[in-house]
């Protein structure tokens, strides 16, 4: 039998483990179609290592940060040849730890990590929608974590370079952007007051706003106009019955209590 067929692999939640998942993304020089399966499955892997060493050992999560695996994160999704299943899990897996991470020291790491604002103004490929819409999450995710503590202005100006490259990204640039202005922090408004371009983005986010606030009113007024054009002609069509009724209950000679009901009647 040989050697290697008695060897067992280290238990999934474990430093072990954790290091051989980083010993193989620190090798992998060119991801390609070969070795791509692999790395996805890996990245998938460190995540759910991160979160549970996030929640039960720190080891893990210190070893994250000490192998700077943020910075090999890069290193691949900056890569040209780099294939976009690799790179929507690299947004995936960023995703979920920006989104999962309890708040302290481990998410302010990942979000004032200088590696963030390379991806952030990274030239994607937008033409693939599934890469497209993990940017979006990510840039959703990191707007949603964003508070005195990890807020960091130089994402900012990055942010504002992306406004006219696409909608969707414009969106949700725009999220974050008033996600910052809501955070009490004096150098983060005096950043916002002094910029040339975020008061900008502010007023456009509004009158976007408005404009979806004003669609929606002159739907509804569309709506009811067109439900009262269509039910005027089954009220007209009734109008001399009604008629009829008023003048009948109007009528001096009319004593209600006098009226009985009909036995057997239909509504009985």
């Not at 922090?185 to 509004?206: D, F, H, I, K, R």
Request: aromatic share 6%; charged share 20%.
């Amino acid at each position: 039998m040989p050697f290697w067929s008695t060897i067992v692999p280290p238990p999934k939640f474990s430093l072990a483990n954790m290091s051989r998942l980083h010993q193989h993304l620190h090798d992998t020089v060119v991801v390609t179609e070969r070795n791509r399966a692999a790395v996805v499955d890996n990245l998938r892997t460190i995540a759910e290592l991160v979160l549970w060493g996030d929640q039960n050992d720190p080891v893990l999560f210190d070893f994250f940060l000490e192998k700077n695996m943020l910075g090999i994160f890069w290193r691949l999704l900056e890569q040209r040849e780099t294939p976009v299943s690799v790179k929507v899990q690299m947004l995936q897996t960023l995703s979920i730890l920006i989104s999962n991470i309890e708040a302290g020291p481990s998410i302010y790491y990942i979000l004032s990590n200088d590696h963030i604002n390379e991806l952030i103004r990274h030239p994607f490929d937008f033409s693939h929608e599934e890469l497209l819409a993990h940017y979006i999450s990510l840039l959703k995710a990191i707007a949603l974590r964003l508070d005195e503590h990890t807020v960091q202005c130089r994402h900012l100006q990055r942010l504002r370079r992306r406004g006219g490259i696409e909608r969707m990204v414009r969106t949700a640039v725009r999220t974050i952007v008033l996600s910052v202005c809501k955070v009490a922090e004096a150098a983060v408004q005096e950043y916002v007051c002094g910029s040339g371009t975020l008061p900008q983005v502010l007023v456009a986010a509004l009158l976007a706003e408005h404009e979806r606030a004003s669609a929606s009113v002159e739907a509804v007024e569309e709506s009811l106009g067109r439900l009262l054009d269509e039910a005027r002609p089954a009220v007209l069509s009734h109008a001399p019955l009604l008629d009829a009724l008023a003048t009948l209950f109007l009528h001096p000679a009319l004593r209600l209590d006098a009226v009985s009901t009909p036995r057997n009647a239909p509504w009985q």
